[in-house]
């Protein structure tokens, strides 16, 4: 048991908790007025539904024993064994340490969600959708990466979450979008983002958090976390520069939202392989996912689905270029843990790379769609066309965000 990393996982923990906070904030900017508290209720009632279950139960599902490769058994059930002493694997830091840790990442991945929702879901839908959300997909993919199960013996490399947490929710967020269908007038008028401001305060909220994300998951206070650190930080900073020079290129100006959309882009796709690749390649990865995830959030347009928020464009198509990147510029330089990517001389963890890829995105938006179909059959989905005009804020929660 080591106290500095403890402390450190702890702290980190904490910097993970913001980032759901952040979050609220980073999409609340980004809807109509009408919707704000709504929006931001979305990703705060997480911390209260999915913390419960996750150590009532997901926990457990997630990191218990490996049975067949899919998802943990319940020995872990109401936290039964999960105390001061070291986790098997673990064994510089407490059990409940690293749970909890686990535990922030599991209230932020289906928060991430809710941006392709946004403004026309009924609350009690997404409360019964992000509950069985979280056991039925989340725990398992959680599982298959870092519990043990399958991806993890096949060799994919996923540092911090590039599958489990942002392809996941990208996919889901593309089943959310189709099932639940178009906001009421899109296409005809214009969805302009209210409070900029709140946006640029949530994504500075993101980035700052991020260190604990991808840092954090060196699960001590030692060189990999700093790698890490800077890989994270760079690729950021890159991905943020890349997308509004493409967006200057292509719309004529550079804007605040480009900039803040660039910068969580970056932190989506370098999340994978915070803890696997060097420097100059984590700044590669960056250029190319703000330009990539700028295109992939135009994609919406061509193919007329209502992704309110751009989860897909942003987490799914950049989680997923960082997944194959990861393929390409691994190295054992950084993590004798990891492996050799295509450029290092392994062209074969490209391969695992895209097979990962494949099936988190084939599973996460199947079940997802199931999820969709099985919520609205028991609570209903979507709220009416009335409570949309109405407002999220005054339809489902009788409250306003602002007294004009």
Known sequence: MNAADTAFVLI????????????????????????????????????GTVTILWAVVGYSLAFGGDIGGFIGNLDFLFLKGVGTAAKEGVDNIPHLAFMIFQCMFAVITPALITGAFAERIKFSGFVLFTCLWLVLVYCPMAHWVWGG???????????AGGAVVHMSSGASALAAALY????????????????????????????????????????????????????????????????????????????????????????????????????????????????????????????KYDDSLDVVGIHGLGGTFGALATGL?????????????????NPGQLWIQFLSVVATWAFCFVMSLI???????????????EDENKGLDVSQHSEVGYQL
């Open 149 to 159: 199960g399958w991806m993890a013996k096949m060799g994919a490399l996923d540092f």
């Open 371 to 385: 999820l969709f179909k099985v919520v609205d059959l028991m609570v209903g989905i979507r709220v009416s066309q």
């Open 180 to 303: 639940l269908g178009r906001r009421h007038g899109y296409g005809k008028q214009a969805f302009i983002p209210h409070n900029l401001p709140l946006t640029i305060l949530g994504a500075g909220l993101l980035w700052f958090g991020w260190f604990g994300f991808n840092a954090g998951s060196a699960l001590a206070a030692n060189g990999l976390a700093a790698s890490a650190f800077v890989t994270t930080h760079l690729a950021a900073a890159a991905a943020a520069v890349s997308w509004i020079v493409v967006e200057w290129l292509h719309r004529g100006k550079p804007t605040t939202l480009g900039m803040a959309s660039g910068a969580v882009a970056g932190l989506v796709a370098i999340t994978p392989a915070a803890g696997f690749v060097e420097p100059m390649p984590a700044i590669l990865m960056g250029l190319v996912a703000g330009a990539l995830c700028y295109g992939g959030v135009l994609m919406k347009g061509v193919f």
């Open 329 to 345: 510029f691994a190295t054992k330089t950084v993590n004798e843990l990891g492996a050799d990517g295509l450029f290092y001389g």
């Open 12 to 47: 980190s923990a904490a910097l993970v908790m913001l980032m759901t906070p952040g979050l609220a904030l980073f999409y609340g900017g980004m809807v109509r007025g009408k919707n704000i508290l709504g929006t931001l209720m979305h990703s705060n009632i997480l911390l």
